[in-house]
């Protein structure tokens, strides 16, 4: 991809297996120096040690996306490391028992789980991109993704809390893109749909998967690699008139 080598990218909820850490793993492929940010400090480690091992650039830094003060330090060790960021990616979820397994409907939802999974997906998203957005203005340009859902087009029965938290990273994200468009920042809308991630594959059956694979239009599911070359793309300077933009990667299902 074009202009990725030696730019410096934060993924903002990378662990081994998911979305996230496929997606540094591939920034770092392209040459990009990648912060692998996480909830989790040894799983952050570990996937900084893999790339690390491979011959690229990262840098493990532990965090809590609903703490501002938290994101507030994720963002300085990255700029007093590298001096720069010139993508985010925001995809940090709560997908736990606790959290997205309580998220029933919106009659019985427990007013916890849907200010907790509010505070992760939204409030966190907005945290990162308040003290991301000005660095990358100053310096001329950057790019922000956003990590939304298949599942907001599908309107599930279930899962209240996370289909409107992942709602309102529209109106986060267009407005981010006007706000950062003049000065050369690019924000735009990532919605998987089922991807086989390290949990997802330990969650579901294979009776599961091939009914979920009839509504599909492509051969086969997901896996964390496709969203990671789309994250790539977006990041490069081949998405340089990409902004604003919601992009669905869910093999043409058939029920969005």
Do not use: C
């Amino acid at each position: 991809m074009k202009g990725l080598n030696d730019k410096v990218a934060i993924v903002a909820g990378a662990a081994p297996g998911n979305i996230g850490g496929a997606a540094a793993l591939r920034l770092a492929a392209e040459g990009m120096k990648v912060v692998v940010a996480d909830y989790n400090q040894a799983a952050a480690g570990a996937l900084a040690d893999e790339i690390r091992s491979s011959g690229g650039a990262a840098l493990p830094v532990a965090f809590d996306i609903t703490d501002e003060g938290s994101v507030k330090h994720l963002i300085d060790v990255t700029t007093a490391t590298y001096h720069r960021v010139d993508g985010l990616f925001n995809v940090a979820a709560d997908l736990s028992p606790r959290a997205f397994g309580s998220d029933t409907d919106v009659t019985d939802v427990s007013v916890d789980v849907w200010r907790h999974t509010l505070d992760v997906n939204l409030t966190g998203y907005f945290y990162m991109i308040r003290h991301t957005l000005a660095i990358m203005i100053s310096q001329g340009g950057g790019s922000i993704i956003n990590t939304m859902s298949s599942s907001v087009w599908m309107g599930e029965t279930n899962h209240v809390a996370y289909q409107s938290s992942k709602s309102g990273l529209i109106g986060l994200t267009r407005h981010t893109a006007s706000l950062g468009g003049k000065h050369g920042v690019r924000t735009n809308l990532l919605s998987p749909g089922v991807i086989l991630t390290k949990a997802a594959l330990s969650a579901t059956t294979e009776e599961w998967r091939a009914e979920i694979l009839k509504g599909v239009r492509s051969p086969r599911l997901g896996f964390p690699e496709d969203i990671a070359g789309v994250v790539a793309f977006l990041f490069s300077d081949d998405a340089l008139y990409i902004n604003g933009q919601s992009l669905l990667v869910d093999g043409g299902a058939n029920f969005t």
